[in-house]
């Protein structure tokens, strides 16, 4: 088939990568466009769109997918089909209906749960212990549309959401290029959603990630876990801001009260509102990632200090 890619973030290359590594034609990306980046702001194309650079594909930068001038030039491009991985922007039913096939989107959830920006992010903070992707028919609804295909994958007990996502993005791809080999060949058959087990996962805020010490460790390790790399789960100590990688809950442990660190000559430990929970990396504002220890010596913790 003649295929427009639309896809935006890093995790949409591995399906960009298997699509042209089929029998399909792909003519043109549509991307978000450039933004400022880096301390001097200087616009940046998109990861989608820098790989579809290398390759001397067009690429397509709409600000907006309603914008009149991008669906001229969409329905010049004549798709059969549009895939799509992580775009970032809302289609309008006017460009919907450009190509034959529609647009068919790769979500990271097996829907209907987690319908919405950051299902990756929600699954690895509400504990569920299994996940996957769904491949669907994009329409107006928020990720409402019949599903062609899903996969499943288990939440592994240290999963970030990064290492989550990456796992999902290329298992993904290849969920993809086969949905739209069956589409070619008429066989493929999407099925509606259930009007059960539906869920939303809106994108994670700053505040989401700040780390709630009064939780038990399950949910502290979780909520560090389902924010990293992003948002960035933060803490704060002496009213400055502290950025935090995955930590592992510590049985056995001394009792602390929530928040309150104890710095051993192996470990940095926090309380919680069950047992503490062994401090991984941390990062001061302004600088580099460091382990625990090394950042607890560097700032001389007093007895009973805690995060907040």
């Known amino acids: 088939m003649r295929l427009v890619f639309a896809g935006t973030p890093e995790v949409a290359l591995p399906s960009l990568d298997a699509i042209a590594a089929s029998g399909h034609e792909l003519v043109a990306v549509v991307t978000r466009p450039d933004a400022p980046a880096g301390r001097g702001r200087r616009l940046l194309r998109s990861p989608a769109g ?60 097996l829907l209907p749960a987690w319908r919405g920006a950051a299902p990756v992010q929600h699954a690895v903070l509400h504990g569920d212990e299994v996940t996957g992707a769904s491949v669907f028919e994009l329409e107006a609804g928020l990720d409402t549309g019949p599903v062609y295909g899903t996969l499943t994958d288990q939440i592994r007990f240290n999963d970030t959401s990064g290492d989550l996502l990456g796992r999902l993005a290329h298992e993904g791809a290849g969920l993809l290029v086969a949905v739209l080999d069956a589409i070619e060949a008429g066989t493929a058959r999407a099925h509606p959603q259930p009007h059960d087990g539906i869920s939303l996962a ?29 948002p960035g789960a933060w803490t704060t100590l002496r009213e400055d801001r502290l950025k935090l990688g995955p930590v592992r809950p510590v049985a056995n442990a001394p009792h602390l009260e929530p928040g309150e660190l104890r710095v051993e000559r192996t470990q940095v430990l926090a309380g919680t509102a069950t047992t503490p929970v062994q401090l991984g990396e941390v990062r001061a504002a302004g600088k580099k990632p460091m382990a625990a220890t090394d950042w607890a010596r560097g700032m001389r913790i007093d007895a009973g200090e805690k995060l907040a």
Not at 211 to 227: E, H, M, N, Q
């Open 50 to 109: 820098a790989w579809a650079d290398e390759r001397g594909i067009e690429v397509l930068t709409p600000e907006r997918p309603r914008e009149p001038e991008f669906q001229a030039r969409l329905r010049e491009l004549a798709p059969d089909c549009v895939p799509v991985v992580a775009y970032g922007a809302l289609v309008p039913p006017t460009a919907l209906e450009i190509p034959k096939h529609g647009w068919v989107n790769l979500h990271f959830s």
């Open 202 to 230: 809106p994108k994670l805020t700053a505040e989401d990630a700040r780390v709630r010490w009064t939780d038990p460790a399950f949910a502290v390790d979780r909520r560090i876990r389902a924010c990293t790399p992003a």
